[in-house]
């Protein structure tokens, strides 16, 4: 069964920038809003949302974890 | 939503039938997060396992909240929830025993978890003003509960494998007692649908198998033509039988006895 990278974005307070908190391994977009939501609960967020990795596109990296992603995906 | 029915008022028989009502969310709720505890550490990722911790928390307040209901009717909550035998328990027969496998969590998620919330919804637009004041948040926490129960659900009877035919055996046994106890119809249950406190059982029912109907057709099941078991307890409003007692003794605190803060 394949999972997927879902990095996860939070902002605290309504204004705050959006902040990457961390990531969750998850095998659809559901889970991985369930995953990040129970996981990364230290706060009250304001906001939250997920980013499947690969959809993430780099623009001046060649390398690092969305460059890896991306060449992954491709293969 | 319905008026509100005066507590106050409640004696006899009525009265009793609400207790029971509430016990046998309260003590659902209470197993149910037991159930899910039993997986936090061995479920198939970490995320899996945090979401079952999380569930699990919930759970337990929406266990606490629903024996507190029972002050409104004079009872103390507190040794109903901490000095009950076994036998007393009044939680659904689907959480008796712990789940052997991830399967049969997931059917518990999806199928037990949605048969209390079915109730729950019920008893949330009926009369009990309690009902309609704490139920509904307890309900939109659940949403969570029910996203993952059904995303798991989903995938494992994708599968052609072992997962499937365990999901489907899990499914196809705890069908009969949630059906059972979603469509309680004896006296008691009858006490509370005349007051509007929950609605008809027949109500009930059609909404947990529509809630249903498309899971458990994806491992062939027709809810249609399952049957709802014959057995039934009318003291605890439950099919016969109780939780095993590691479950009791958990969900009682036995050894965290002298720990205990109200």
């Known amino acids: 069964m394949n999972e997927f990278v879902y990095d996860v974005f939070t902002r605290k307070e309504r204004g705050d920038r959006l902040q990457h908190v961390g990531y969750v391994d998850a095998f659809d977009d559901e889970t991985a809003k369930i995953y990040a939501w129970t996981t990364y609960s230290e706060e009250r967020w304001f906001e939250m949302c997920v980013v499947k990795r690969t959809n993430v596109l780099p623009v001046n990296r060649v390398d690092g974890l969305f460059f890896e992603a991306q060449k992954a995906a491709h293969v | ?262």
């Not at chain 2, 798991?152 to 009877?157: G, I, P, Q, T």
């Open chain 2, 1 to 262: 939503m319905s008026e509100s029915l005066d507590i106050s008022t409640l004696e006899g028989a009525r009265r009793e039938a609400l207790i029971r009502l509430i016990i046998t969310l309260a003590d659902s709720k209470r197993i149910l997060g037991i159930r899910y505890s039993d997986w936090a550490l061995g479920a198939p990722s970490i995320e899996t396992g945090v979401s079952t911790s999380s569930m699990t928390q919930d759970e337990w307040g929406h266990a606490r909240l629903l024996y507190a209901m029972l002050k409104k009717l004079g009872i103390d909550p507190e040794p109903v929830e901490h000095d009950r035998p076994g036998e007393e328990f009044a939680s659904i027969a689907a959480l008796d025993h712990e789940q052997p496998d991830w399967a049969g969590l997931v059917a518990l998620m999806t199928l037990a978890d949605g048969a209390v919330s079915s109730v729950l919804r019920s008893f949330s637009t009926g009369t009990l003003e309690l009902a309609q004041n704490r139920v509904p948040k307890m309900l939109a926490e659940e949403e969570f509960h029910e996203s993952l129960g059904s995303a798991w659900y989903r995938r494992l009877a994708a599968t052609d494998g072992e997962a499937r035919q365990l999901l489907t055996s899990a499914t196809e046994a705890m069908l009969p007692g949630l059906l059972a106890w979603v469509g309680a119809d004896d006296d008691a249950a009858r006490h509370m649908v005349d007051a509007g406190v929950i609605g008809p059982a027949s109500e009930r029912l059609t909404a947990f198998r529509d809630h249903v109907r498309d899971f458990v057709a994806l491992v062939g099941v027709d809810i249609d033509s399952v049957e709802a078991s014959a057995e039934w307890d009318e003291v605890r409003g439950r099919t016969p039988g109780r939780p095993d007692e590691e479950a009791c003794q958990r969900a009682r605190g036995d050894l965290n006895r002298a720990l205990l803060v109200e």
